[in-house]
């Protein structure tokens, strides 16, 4: 695949840092990837997100497709142009919120018919209209489609869904074709199930692909069973290549999963949460709504250089959550953004210098501490 390659630098127990290449800029591994769900990261300018220090955006095929449509993507000259994002994009395949969102769906071994949930018109995904979808849009990293199970799901439920997938994972193969410059990465689903993830990674592997996902977590299962099949998953997966796990999460499942050998993760996470009005900093969650900030003139975290941190008080931000002000979640999501971006750039740098150890210590340590004590 010219034009797109992976090079490991550096290893610390099973923790890997590296860097991705393709034709639209590098992405330095471990990697966190905001999610642009509909052509922006919510309340941020591309720029404001690049300074965070993000190398790629995550599309999501569904909505695009549904609003504004690839196809106006497409003639208005792609996605990157579109949004105004000139560096890497990853799309998701569609699959999984298809099932999480739209109404009237109908699965056959074809794809999924379904109904959008912004006007109710009629929609088929299948393997095939993922690939030319994503083409349309122009994304970096395509993204193979899948169906992921709603929880609780049976082991037999896991195993019908895995093994549809991995028949999808070949035809998702075989209609991406060869387009140098850009990567098909397949998914790996199965569950919590480590008979149905063996399987799962043996099917893809002997497909071939640029890249490989973990699916089907992050679902609903905890992080103690998230982190479970990390231990072995992450192994059954060719060590050349990009491992990307899907819609992590919260800091600490990150630093775990980096722990294991994951190089790109992407969650709505620091964005969504810096728009309800929470933060989240070395010292863990913070709810900047609480009335113990009203009155309170240090920053969110004082040793943070991001816009919020370095010109705003936590009564400002306080104030302009509960007044409603656009800019709450326009700092907050940067302050998140920045936060999420600071623990990938030392995480990098201490798996280089093989001390990532004693980098997880500090950051639970400092998590266990807890806030500031209010004023
Ligand atoms: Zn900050």
Not at 56 to 66: D, K, P, S
Not at 321 to 348: C, D, K, P, V
């Amino acid at each position: 695949m010219s034009g797109f390659s992976f090079t490991l630098n550096a290893s610390d127990g099973r923790a890997r840092t590296g860097v991705i290449r393709t034709p639209r800029g590098e992405i330095r591994t471990p990697a966190f990837m905001p999610v642009g769900t509909a052509g922006t990261v919510k309340a941020m300018l591309p720029e404001s997100v690049r300074a965070t220090g993000a190398d790629i955006l995550l599309g999501n095929t569904y909505h695009l497709m549904l609003r504004p449509g690839a196809e106006r993507i497409a003639r208005l000259g792609g996605l990157h142009r579109f949004m105004n994002w000139s560096r890497p994009i990853l799309t998701d395949s569609g699959g999984f919120q298809v099932m999480s969102l739209s109404e009237l769906r109908k699965l056959t071994e074809d794809g999924v018919t379904f109904a959008s949930h912004v006007d109710g018109s009629r929609h088929f995904l299948s393997p095939e209209t993922s690939m030319e979808i994503q083409r349309l849009l122009g994304s970096d990293i395509v993204m193979a489609f899948d169906e992921c199970p709603a929880l609780p799901a049976t082991h037999a439920r896991q195993a019908e869904a895995m093994r549809l997938s991995m028949r999808w994972a070949q035809r998702s193969r075989d209609a991406f074709g060869d387009r140098p410059g850009h990567a098909l990465f397949g998914i790996m689903q199965g569950g919590v199930e480590r008979d149905l993830r063996e399987e799962s990674a043996e099917a893809l592997r002997g497909i071939g692909f640029d890249g490989y996902a973990i699916g089907g977590l992050a679902v609903g299962e905890g992080q103690a069973a998230m982190l479970g099949v990390l231990d072995y998953a992450t192994e059954l997966l060719p060590a050349g290549q990009p491992r990307y796990l899907m819609g992590v999460g919260k800091p600490d499942d990150i630093v775990g999963a980096v722990q294991r050998g994951i190089d790109m993760m992407d969650c709505v996470l620091p964005s969504r949460s810096g728009r309800t009005g929470q933060a989240w900093t070395r010292r863990g969650q913070i709810n900047i709504k609480n009335a113990r900030h009203a009155d309170d003139p240090r920053p969110l975290d004082e040793d943070c250089t991001c816009p919020a941190c370095s010109g705003y008080s936590r009564a400002y931000l306080h104030h302009v959550f509960r007044a409603g002000e656009m800019i709450s979640g326009m700092l907050l999501t940067w302050h998140n953004l920045h936060y999420y971006q600071q623990i990938m750039q030392q995480m990098r740098e201490a798996i280089a210098a093989g001390t990532l150890d004693a980098w997880v210590a500090g950051f639970h340590a400092m998590r266990a501490q807890g806030d500031i004590a209010p004023l």
